[in-house]
């Protein structure tokens, strides 16, 4: 291969064993695994051996190359689990698209602003059918400080304990 900026061609990157201080060539050892995944997975395929046999004949030739070598499978990474937050996090919504926020539950009420997918939102209660979030907004866009997101498009986070609002009228 060759770098993508100024187009060197890549030096072999070589391994050592720490046993038998054998090297070999990392790309190998990559090939090495993917043909024998190859093999195993094609192995009950209805195809002739003529088309299976170059990779059989290559994973010979590695397998020859590296028999020298104590060749383990690495052991998958296992990243902890972050523990919980000792204290709840504030009821929140995450907009999985473009939202509006509204004066009220339904497309009748007037637009206050837009949520953009990916913005997130204090939740501060739900309507009474659990299909519209009552979402904490500036003064300055709503007198009361709240603004009615549909749950549609959202995804919710610690919202079992949100208390539920009774909706103004709908406006004439």
């Not at 009552?134 to 949100?162: C, L, Q």
Request: aromatic fraction near 6%.
């Amino acid at each position: 291969m060759n770098c993508p900026n100024c187009g060197t061609p890549e030096k072999a990157r070589v391994k050592v064993c720490s046993e038998c201080k054998e090297a070999y060539a990392s790309m190998d050892l990559l090939e090495l695994r993917q043909l024998e995944f190859l093999m195993k997975e094609t192995a009950s395929w209805d195809v002739t051996e003529r088309l299976r046999f170059p990779y059989e004949e290559r994973l010979h030739i590695l397998q020859d190359r590296l028999k020298g070598l104590k060749l383990t499978k690495p052991e998958p990474e296992i990243e902890p689990v972050p523990s919980a937050p000792s204290e709840k996090l504030a009821p929140s919504i995450l907009a999985d698209k473009v939202v509006n926020i509204r004066s009220g539950p339904g497309p009748n009420y007037p637009l206050y602003k837009k949520l953009a997918r990916g913005d997130t939102a204090e939740v501060i209660g739900v309507s009474p059918g659990g299909k519209w979030w009552v979402v904490s907004v500036p003064s300055s866009i709503a007198p009361d400080g709240r603004g009615w997101v549909s749950s549609v498009p959202t995804t919710a986070y610690n919202t079992e304990d949100v208390p539920v609002i009774q909706p103004l009228k709908v406006p004439s």
